[in-house]
């Protein structure tokens, strides 16, 4: 027998300002039998607000499988369930992924709205024009293991967005100029959508006297936007280590080659040239 599960929703919900929870948004909450919630204490007011009668359901990092199942045995009997985290989108350095990944294993459909998220708001004013972007997330807290993290990314001409709490963003900020390259642009957002809403760009190495020069300025919640690794960032060492770790791996050179150039952001013919030479080939052969 097939089980018919009823869907479950993923619901974006306002990073601070009530006016940004869509129409679709609030039908959808206001429709469901079930809100999973990051901490429902956190979300009552809201649901309150708009007038959605649905129970809530805790489901956080702690409890996340144990919500899971909880989440499929109610999709599974037909009730609703519309999945939101405090602030933004689930499953965005918020919980959220175990219950959709177990929702998707079952069979259940699973309906995204769009929707509230840093990462995107503030990249959207960053103005950073390369054509990729990597979302890093939080960099671990510890200084050690948080430069090392930047140095994973340190050579790739995307732009970096990162998350970081108040009392890490002076440190961090240390971190990325020393890591990444003084000379990056970075944009600072702060506290998105709220009435301290902040942004500035400026370029690394000038953000920690930016951000030391106002204590108002460390406080909030906070994006931080790099701009990509370029060509003159990236030392021809660094190309050269790449090339020579892909083709250790028997990759073959024209895929070498690229992936190399993209990582390094450095020409991919000239790359190509060269792993013909580490190869021991030559252009003609
Ligand atoms: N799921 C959320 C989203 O879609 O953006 C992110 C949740 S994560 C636990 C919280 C972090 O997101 C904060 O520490 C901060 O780095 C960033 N953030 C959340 N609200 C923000 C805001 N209003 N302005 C700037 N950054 C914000």
């Known amino acids: 027998m097939t089980i018919e599960y009823a869907p479950l929703y993923v619901v974006p919900t306002p990073l601070g300002n009530l006016a940004d929870l869509s129409e679709r948004a609030r039908a959808v909450l206001s429709a469901v039998a079930w809100v999973a919630a990051e901490d429902t204490r956190h979300s009552a007011p809201l649901l309150r607000r708009i007038g959605a009668k649905a129970r809530l359901l805790a489901a956080h990092a702690h409890n996340e499988n144990a919500a899971a199942e909880r989440v499929l045995a109610l999709l599974a009997s037909g009730e609703s369930v519309a999945l939101i985290s405090d602030a ?168 070498a080659s690229k992936l190399a150039a993209t990582l390094s952001g450095r020409n991919k013919n000239e790359l190509y040239a060269r792993a013909l030479t580490i190869r021991g080939q030559s252009t003609e052969n």
């Open 88 to 255: 933004g989108t689930p499953g965005i350095s918020d919980p959220g992924a175990r219950i959709v990944a177990r929702a998707h294993a079952a069979g259940a459909r699973v309906i995204p709205l769009p929707g509230p998220c840093a990462a995107i708001t503030a990249l959207s004013a960053a103005g950073f024009s390369e054509a990729h972007w990597l979302f890093f997330g939080f960099l671990p807290a510890k200084s050690g293991q948080r430069q090392a993290a930047l140095q994973t990314v340190a050579t790739l001409p995307y732009a970096l967005v990162f998350y970081e709490a108040p009392h890490r963003v002076l440190e961090s900020v240390a971190d990325m100029a020393a890591i990444l390259g003084a000379e990056r642009a970075l944009l600072i957002a702060r506290e998105i959508s709220k009435t301290f809403e902040t942004l500035h760009r400026l370029p690394l190495n000038k953000a920690v006297d930016w951000l030391r020069a106002d204590p108002m300025r460390q406080k909030g919640e906070f994006t931080l936007i790099v701009s990509g690794a370029t060509a003159k960032e990236n030392a021809p060492e660094t190309a050269e280590r790449l090339l020579r770790l892909f083709l250790a791996e028997d990759l073959p050179i024209k895929q």
